[in-house]
Nanobody, 123 residues
Framework: QVQLVESGGGSVQAGGSLRLSCAAS????????MGWYRQAPGKQRELVVG???????TYADSVKGRFTISRDNAKNTVSLQMNSLKPEDTAVYYC?????????????????WGQGTQVTVSS
């Protein structure tokens, strides 16, 4: 099992910035990709960004150029810097981890999830 603990989030006005972090613990050897999904009220959970520990990164078109993911493999953490936030970015953001980036993007089991953190952007 892999445990994911998120931090960050909160409320900000449109155009502002927030930073999310996620720390992984437990069976770290079983994962090689982490990322973020989000779910707005009444909508399905959607990919924000996924990153392989070695290799590529995949961003949703809606956040390209505004959001940046970074990783610290030694600390088993990923961070998401969110700039130029828009009201439509309002959602609960979930950290995710999986054995490969492809599995993370497909949400194949086992995909591990954090508890979620609220991001609210007001206009």
């Amino acid at each position: 099992q892999v445990q994911l603990v998120e931090s960050g989030g909160g409320s900000v006005q449109a155009g502002g910035s927030l930073r999310l972090s996620c720390a992984a613990s437990g069976s770290i050897f079983s994962i090689s990709a982490m990322g973020w999904y989000r779910q707005a009220p009444g909508k399905q959970r959607e990919l924000v960004v996924g990153i392989a520990f070695v290799g590529r990164t995949t961003y949703a078109d809606s956040v390209k150029g505004r959001f940046t993911i970074s990783r610290d493999n030694a600390k088993n953490t990923v961070s998401l810097q969110m700039n130029s936030l828009k009201p439509e970015d309002t959602a609960v953001y979930y950290c995710a981890a999986a054995a490969t980036l492809s599995r993370l993007l497909r949400r194949d089991p086992p995909t591990y999830w954090g508890q979620g953190t609220q991001v609210t952007v007001s206009s």
